[in-house]
């Protein structure tokens, strides 16, 4: 198994460019949940996904982010257009079906918006 | 929603001793409580667990406790050694959340020789 991989692992792009981040959960997983990491703010629910389908995004912070699940196997997290303030480590996490299992987290893309 | 606090934010302590971290969580449905090591510049890694029907749980020198009457758990980490130096994390979640964990704001662990 080879755990939730993300893509990038890391990213520098300029104000105001279209940011795009990519996870595979582990396969079999049925959520999977995007998470921002600051020193200053610690670990921030963005949205999570059951089956495919949006079940919570009320942690995005701005309209300039936005996330899909097209497929079990497939999620991307955009922002557009990006601002410094958005720098942080992007985890994604994914759980099997069912009670009381914890995440299994990718490596995470460190983003920088210069 | 649910709120989960995490103290001390910080804790240095000399290798061998003991370390002790507290969580308290404010909704009392919640029932899965799981505990995160991350490393420097690593992802968050579930080490223990604990389910609202046990009070205790060991895996070797660490140990999680329940107060589900006080709605409090703590992570205790025996013997320590340098490689438990890190960021530890715990979270709750209720069975009808999806699974969606709140985390606590995290505390670092600095084991010294």
């Known amino acids: 198994d080879a755990g939730v991989i993300q893509s990038p692992r890391h990213e520098v792009t300029e104000m105001g460019q279209e940011v795009t981040l990519r996870c595979k959960p582990i396969?079999?997983?049925?959520?999977l949940f995007w998470y921002r990491q600051t020193m200053m703010r610690g670990l921030e629910l963005l949205i999570y996904?059951?089956?495919?389908?949006?079940?919570?995004d009320s942690g995005m912070p701005e309209d300039r982010f936005s996330a899909k699940m097209p497929n079990a196997s497939f999620s991307t997290l955009k922002i557009q257009p990006s601002e410094p303030r958005d720098s942080a480590v992007y985890f994604c996490?994914?759980?099997?079906?069912?009670?009381?299992?914890?995440?299994?987290f990718g490596s995470g893309t460190r983003l920088t918006v210069v | 929603g649910e709120n989960v606090e995490q103290h001390p934010s910080t804790l240095s302590v000399q290798e061998g001793d003991s370390a002790v971290i507290k969580c308290t969580y404010s909704?009392?449905?919640?029932?899965?409580f799981p505990w995160y090591k991350q490393e420097l510049g690593k992802r968050p890694q579930l080490i223990i667990d604990?389910?609202?029907?046990?009070g205790e749980k060991k895996d070797q020198r660490i140990a999680v406790t329940l107060n589900k009457t006080a709605k409090h758990f703590s992570l205790h980490i025996t013997e320590t050694q340098p490689e438990d130096s890190a960021v530890y994390f715990c979270?709750?979640?209720?069975?009808?959340?999806?699974?969606?964990?709140?985390f606590g704001a995290g505390t670092q662990v600095v084991v010294t020789p």
């Open positions: 996490a994914s759980r099997p079906q069912g009670e009381d299992y914890g995440y299994t």
């Open positions: 909704d009392s449905a919640s029932n899965y």
């Open positions: 604990i389910r609202s029907n046990v």
């Open positions: 996904f059951n089956n495919n389908v949006p079940i919570d």
């Open positions: 979270a709750a979640s209720r069975t009808d959340s999806w699974g969606k964990l709140q």
């Open positions: 396969s079999g997983h049925n959520s």
